[in-house]
């Protein structure tokens, strides 16, 4: 089954927990008062779960449309061959992503910044790091000063036992 | 009108405004120009940046100046490497390109500056006579008819998204009005489909959605594919000089292309993609002889056709987004998104509350057509040099800004995880070749379609309002013949493919 009809199934199974949220368990909070209107909060999500049914199947039981040409274009990501791309570089990105979302108010915003940068940089193939790590901390340092100064969003620029 | 002209004049030319108008079009270019980042990633990364100045007026003029300017950066990137930064400048790269390659680079970038200058500035002028037109009209509608146009704006989203795709569309977009019910609704305040967390509360920010759908998988196909960031050497750009004669023979290809664009923008769903690509074609078609041939080997006129007409469209998108307060397209989600953050609804009120918000961007749309026209013709040799940047430098700074766009937003950790889970959803969507601007619009628009849908329920105390008012039902009944049109005819097209009879 091709990788379409999995996320079909998928978004319908989805529909279902929504649309059993919906219909039977939304509403028991619903004070009498607001019982006696003709819309409740549960009436709109439960018009959208049967049309999401509705429609997950269509996509599910279509058949596919015979396209002519196979050929892979020219920059275009094709499932198919998945283990040719770069797919541990990407992951490992993801990972950093997730690192920094954690270590970005432990460690303040330059420190994680301009290591998420440099990591980044290295997980990429980039070795020259006496040009890395400058740019990173040039970069960090006047972000966070237009984000803090300019914008006037505070951003805690040290680890939080400097501040 | 003149009244209104000279009040967003005032709006517009001060200092400030003009100073972001010029820095919108310049980040716009230089982002645009990265191929992979199309306007939607540009907008949403700078969204943080346009609600941090708290002017809806100098932020929106801020973010359609970094619209225009992504456009423009994208066809520069199409013609010089062949390497289209965004879908609506693909079209430019088939004549642009081998222009490039004949060394008529510098040519080729002239005329999409001036193709571009005049799509945009006809498009507003356009805008200008048909916007307050339209919302005129609006204005008689209803809660009712607000919903069933709103029906009919995401179908035809879902309609346009390309055959064996609409149910794919409507799949997303429905995806994208459920992730629109967590949280609190307007409607009774009680948190809905929150399972308990506190940060789902209020909702999923679509500022963070919108990183997610669009800026986060461009940059994760970036690192897994290195062709698609094609880089090359930009090379020295001369002769930018265009002749009488060439100016001459472009003069009514871009006249038509300004019309048919606009129109074809105010469409929703449709869009510079469709316009510049059918502004090609049309070109193509009508031009005769020796021009015919020369089409795809380096025409001018099949350059400005499709510069002409995705600027023009890009103007035209704005006409449903000020009038109806409904976009057209995804760019137009993210700057209505915007809007509502700024306490801005755009919509038929918009001219009559705010009539200094609405000339502003109008006037800005000139100035913005100007500066890039202005500034990019002696710019563009010095601006090419950013494709030159290392990708192993580019990558980790898209990511760090698209990260930085869902934090200060919420000043939340949570937000950035949020932002990697549903980033790592959308790229296996496209993956699987799943639409993802339906998703973002259907998201925007959800809240607003049952707002108008509760209330027209509450008018007509049940689902009477389908019946009792015929434009309602009316513009329903479009929105399921949009839905269901194309899917009978690739059924239909799927049949007599297999060579059974058809039944009907």
């Not at chain 2, 005329?111 to 200008?128: E, Q, R, V, Y």
Request: hydrophobic content about 55%.
């Amino acid at each position: 089954m091709a990788l379409d009809r999995w996320i079909a199934l998928a978004f319908i199974a989805l529909c279902c927990v929504y649309g059993y949220a919906a219909f039977f368990t939304m509403d028991d909070s619903l004070p009498p008062i607001l019982r006696r209107n003709p819309i409740w909060p549960s009436t709109f999500p439960k018009i959208l779960s049967v049309l999401g049914i509705i429609v997950g199947l269509v996509v599910l039981f279509t058949p596919k449309p015979a396209t002519g040409d196979d050929t892979p274009k020219d920059g275009v990501i094709d499932p198919s061959r998945l283990s040719d791309y770069n797919l541990i570089q990407a992951i490992a990105l993801l990972v950093l992503m997730v690192v920094y979302a954690l270590a970005l108010r432990p460690l303040g915003f330059l420190g994680s910044t301009i290591g998420f940068i440099v990591l980044g940089g290295v997980i990429l193939g980039e070795r020259k790091l006496h040009i890395l790590i400058p740019v990173a901390a040039i970069a960090a340092g006047s972000i966070w000063y237009l984000v803090q100064e300019v914008l006037g969003i505070f951003l805690r620029p040290w680890p939080g036992f400097l501040a | 009108m003149i009244e209104g002209l000279l009040m967003g004049l005032a709006a517009a030319v001060t200092p400030f405004n003009l100073m972001m108008v010029v820095f919108g079009c310049i980040i716009g270019t230089l982002i645009g120009m990265l191929p992979g980042l199309g306007p939607m990633s540009i907008i949403a990364i700078m969204i943080p940046v346009a609600i941090g100045l708290g002017d809806p007026t100098a932020a929106l003029i801020l973010l359609s100046g970094v619209y225009y300017g992504a456009i423009f950066g994208g066809s520069t990137s199409s013609i010089l490497l062949n390497a289209p930064g965004v879908a609506g400048t693909v079209a430019s790269s088939f004549d642009g390109y081998p222009m490039a390659r004949k060394g008529q680079a510098g040519k080729a970038l002239t005329i999409a500056a001036i193709a571009s200058f005049a799509g945009g500035t006809i498009g507003a002028i356009l805008l200008m006579i048909f916007a307050p037109a339209l919302s005129t009209v609006a204005l008689l509608f209803h809660s009712a008819e607000y919903f069933a146009l709103m029906v009919v704006g995401l179908s035809a989203i879902a309609a346009f998204a390309g055959t064996g795709q609409v149910a794919k569309a409507l799949m997303m977009t429905l995806l994208g009005l459920m992730m629109g019910t967590v949280g609190e609704g307007a409607l009774s305040n009680m948190p809905r489909f929150t399972f308990g967390y506190m940060e789902l509360q209020s909702g999923f920010s679509f500022i963070t959605l919108a990183m997610a759908m669009f800026a986060l998988p461009e940059a994760l196909f970036l690192v897994m594919n290195p062709a698609r960031a094609a880089q090359g050497d930009a090379g020295k750009i001369t002769g930018l000089r265009i002749s009488r004669s060439e100016a001459k023979s472009i003069a009514p290809v871009i006249g038509r292309q300004s019309l048919q664009g606009f129109f074809i923008g105010v469409l929703p769903g449709a869009g510079a993609t469709i316009a510049s690509f059918l502004g090609y074609a049309v070109e193509r078609n009508i031009a005769k002889g020796a021009e015919q041939e020369e089409f795809g080997k380096g025409s001018i006129k099949g350059l400005a056709a499709p510069e002409t007409a995705n600027n023009a469209a890009c103007t035209g998108s704005f006409v449903p987004l000020l009038t109806l307060g409904i976009p057209g397209s995804g760019t137009t989600a993210i700057l209505l998104g915007a809007l509502i953050a700024l306490n801005v609804t755009p919509g038929p009120r918009l001219m009559i509350d705010e009539p200094a918000v609405f000339w502003a961007v109008i006037i800005s749309m000139y100035i913005g057509n100007l500066v890039l026209l202005i500034l990019n013709l002696p710019l563009i040799p010095y601006i090419a040099k950013i494709l030159a940047i290392p990708r192993n430098y580019l990558i980790p700074f898209i990511l760090f800004f698209t990260m930085m766009g869902s934090y200060i937003g919420q000043n939340n950790s949570t937000e950035l995880l949020i932002l990697v889970g549903f980033g790592v959803v959308a790229t296996i969507l496209r993956f699987a070749d799943y639409p993802l601007a339906p998703l973002l619009i259907g998201f925007i628009l959800g809240t607003m379609l049952e707002d108008n849908f509760a209330r027209a329920m509450q008018l007509y105390s049940g689902f009477d309002f389908l019946l009792e008012r015929p434009m309602t039902l009316a513009l329903l009944v479009l929105a399921a013949l949009l839905v269901l049109l194309p899917s009978y005819r690739a059924r239909r097209a799927r049949k007599r493919a297999e060579g059974v009879a058809d039944g009907d």
